[in-house]
């Protein structure tokens, strides 16, 4: 069976299984020579990995044991609060006084202060009644949605949303429908057919997509919501810390907190750590921790976590700068690219996408922007469809604007090296 490098592993994948290779060892055998043809050819970016962890510039090492100095654009520290002196040493504090871990699950013993000054602050800043604090932002979603549906119950949620939100809408075993990106004429007709056939309906949306960069729009949802009386549930997991006085979030931006039922964050992004938390009216949390799973039964985030998100969350508030900085870095970097003629989407957040839709040409454009210096990775089918590949550039303040204009040259030359762009569009 022919198996052409350029062919990610999970697309090939469902080729072998489209082909009828079912049986484990003998699928097996196919993935893992596909594999070692992926890494022989420098295009399985999961084996790369830094000396010196998250940062903006790091020495990256790939699997064939070389070494290059990088510009990194695949780390999701928006604020660069990973590297604050003042956290990392509140950090160090907290686990010389409370420990490493915390040992157990919440509901079993697991919970410190520090947890609790984390729910407490992060109640008060995003304006709800209370907030559940989760092991992680993908457990937060996972529990929160396979927990809150009822059996007469459906969930309608964005096509794109995140692998975390539809595992937990698939786990919930109750009913569910997508609707297409961020189309509120979609979504309309969707309430419009199913209004009368379910006791609850939950519409579950991001504010802002982590493959696309686009913002939700969450006014024409609120708006919906007048008229058909859902339930929101707004992931803000690349809006949380970043949009919003103090950071509090894009529906805080917005003006909307009180329309929306449920807001989710990550605490891994924006605010450095770990851990996940969703703020909601105080009536659901005794339904969450005896139906959400990940809560039940899953260790709390460690003291050092909690520590790292409190020192970050006050850093957040007392330097407001930050915020202003990011955005005003991304709109330079969006202005520099969107004037060579790079095809950005719809794409508005820190996230800027770079669409190529060849996936041969993509991942060589990709293993050369690695080779000068350049390393993100490369988003192709499935996760995306297939003709919408793309390269993410995940901006953070940390970035310096040499580092900006560095990448954005050595992007111009291979764009046009590749096709990516045509000449004409950089001379108008």
Known sequence: MQTGVSVPILSYMKQLESQGVTDIEQLSDYLYQHY???VEQGLYSSNKYTLSGSNVQASVVSSNGNTTECILWCINHYLGLNRNQTVIDKVCKAV???GTGSGTSALSGGMSILHKQVELKLQRLMGKETVQLFPTGFTANLGCLSALPGKKDLIIFDRECHASIIDGVKLSGKKWVTFKHNNLHDLEQKLSKYKSEYQNIFVVVESAYSMSGD???????????????????????HTF?????NGAGYCSHLGIVEEIDFIAATLSKATASIGGFVATKSKYIPLLQWRANTYIFQACLTPGDAAAILASLEEIENNPYLI??????????????????????????????IFIPDVEKLQAFNKELFARGIFSVSVVYPAVKAHEGRIRFILSVAHSIEQIDTTVSVLHELALKYGV???ELVAA
């Open 36 to 38: 070692l043809n992926q």
């Open 96 to 98: 010389q006084e409370y």
């Open 215 to 237: 913002l939700a729009p969450l006014q024409g949802i609120v708006a919906l919501k007048q008229k058909y009386k859902f339930l929101v549930y707004v992931d803000e997991a």
């Open 241 to 245: 810390g970043i949009y919003g006085e």
């Open 324 to 353: 202003k900085l990011l955005h005003d870095k991304n709109q330079y970097m969006r202005h520099c690219l969107t004037n060579l003629g790079f095809d950005l989407g719809t794409s508005q957040s820190p996230i800027i996408p």
């Open 421 to 423: 762009i045509k000449q």
